[in-house]
């Protein structure tokens, strides 16, 4: 299965792009960048061909590519290759407007093509072990959920709202929202936000709380800020505290590390030996697109928490809570 990347844009595709170069049954073929710098010392890296116009990637063998680019060419770049005939794993958020994410799914169905939307944090061994113990009545009926997503500030086009779409909202709300909606299957009927911009001097939110009711009452909090100083150890978190009638359990997604004292490098890093959640959503896309059936996350699992970070940018604007807007 030949395999071609649109852009490095994003820091994940190097991530991706290892696993595929390890897998049994893919290869990287082709990449293109809107940066040629970027694109080629890419493709140099990893064995592969450099395309200096998308047409010709699209055009060439492969039959699957990854989306990495900057957030708001999302849609662009998967309407090209949908377009195409090729299947498509889509770097997060789906996009940066619901509409866009809309033709984006109706552009893969209409050319039966895979949409696949990067949530890796469903793959995390200690999420679907609390999902386990969850469905399995461990800690009765779950009324509350508090969470968080912190990260280190990213820089670069993240920063620029006409790239990005926004800042730690965008970036962060989306990966807590898609494994609570997939761990309880049901959806957000109601939010509050605030954010601010306090750690750094940029043009965007770097913090904030979201307040969150789903449909069935649960109430949901997350903090989905840029807090983490520069010498944390790793990129962030993702913890979640779940409120049950019978019991509370909590959940460190990333608690499975050792650190790496580097007086070479002169820091301290986190060196996980957890199962690598890139590495099974991953496998996943290239299983479903190898035998056809649906990915786990979907296309549709995209536009729904986009349409929580839209409603929760809504609810800053109006201070006050709003509805989130269902399409």
């Known amino acids: 299965m030949k395999l071609g990347f649109i852009s490095f844009a994003h820091m994940h595709a190097y991530a ?31 064995g592969a061909d450099f395309y200096s116009e998308l047409d010709e990637l699209l055009a060439s063998d ?3 590519v990854i989306v990495c680019s900057e957030n ?34 109706k552009a893969c169905a209409e050319n039966n093509v895979t949409l696949q939307v990067a949530y890796p944090v469903r793959f995390i061994p200690a999420i679907q072990e609390a999902k386990e113990m969850i469905d399995a009545g461990e800690i009765g009926d779950v009324i509350a959920v508090n969470a968080t997503n912190h ?9 620029e709202k006409a790239l990005s779409g926004g800042g730690s909202a965008t970036d962060h709300i989306v990966h807590i929202m898609d494994t609570l909606r997939w761990m309880f299957d049901e959806e957000a009927s109601t939010v509050y936000a605030e954010f601010d911009t306090r750690f750094y001097d940029i043009d ?34 993702v913890t979640m505290r ?11 997604a990333f608690k499975q590390h050792s650190l790496y004292y580097n007086d070479k490098a002169g820091n301290i890093s986190e060196q996980p030996w957890a199962d690598d959640m890139n590495e099974q959503l991953m496998n996943d896309f290239l299983d479903c697109v190898m035998t056809g059936r649906k990915p786990f996350i979907t ?15 809504e609810a800053d604007q109006l201070k006050k809570p709003v509805t989130i807007h269902r399409t």
């Open 72 to 105: 708001t060419n999302h849609k662009r770049h998967v309407l090209k290759a949908a377009k195409q005939k090729k299947h498509i794993l889509c770097e997060k958020p789906i996009a940066t407007e619901v509409d866009d994410a809309i033709d984006m799914i």
């Open 242 to 252: 779940f409120i049950g009638t019978e019991g509370t359990l909590d959940v460190d």
């Open 151 to 159: 990260g280190l500030m990213p820089g670069g086009w993240f920063v």
């Open 204 to 237: 965007m939110e770097d913090c904030g709380s979201v307040m969150l009711e789903m449909d069935s009452g649960m109430i949901v909090s997350i903090d989905p800020s840029w807090s983490r100083p520069k010498t944390y150890p790793t990129w962030g978190n």
């Open 16 to 46: 991706y792009a290892d696993i595929v170069k390890q897998h049994p049954k893919a290869e990287l073929t082709a990449v293109w960048d809107s940066d040629s710098s970027r694109g080629e010392a890419a493709a140099h890296q990893y």
């Open 299 to 313: 296309g549709e699992d995209g536009l729904r928490t986009l349409e929580v970070v839209k409603g929760a940018y």
């Open 62 to 64: 492969v039959d699957a």
